[in-house]
């Protein structure tokens, strides 16, 4: 005669850790985007200007 066994196995999620986690890698997606978009703006910028003129702007717009 044989017996037919079944186990199961639960595990206990925490939810505190999961949360973090998602926040986490959420913050890196959005901070991963916008440098992104910040690299593509100055390739863009540097295109259409050209590169004298955006370091001419850049010093000009930090010494006055």
Do not use: H
């Not at 999961?18 to 690299?39: D, I, K, N, P, R």
């Amino acid at each position: 005669m044989t017996a037919n066994t079944d186990t199961t196995t639960r595990t206990k999620a925490e939810i505190g850790y999961e949360t973090s986690q998602f926040a986490l890698g959420t913050g890196m997606v959005m901070a991963a985007s916008v440098g992104l978009w910040g690299a593509v703006c100055l390739i863009s910028a540097l295109v259409s200007v050209g590169p004298l003129n955006i370091v001419k702007g850049y010093l000009t717009a930090m010494l006055g």
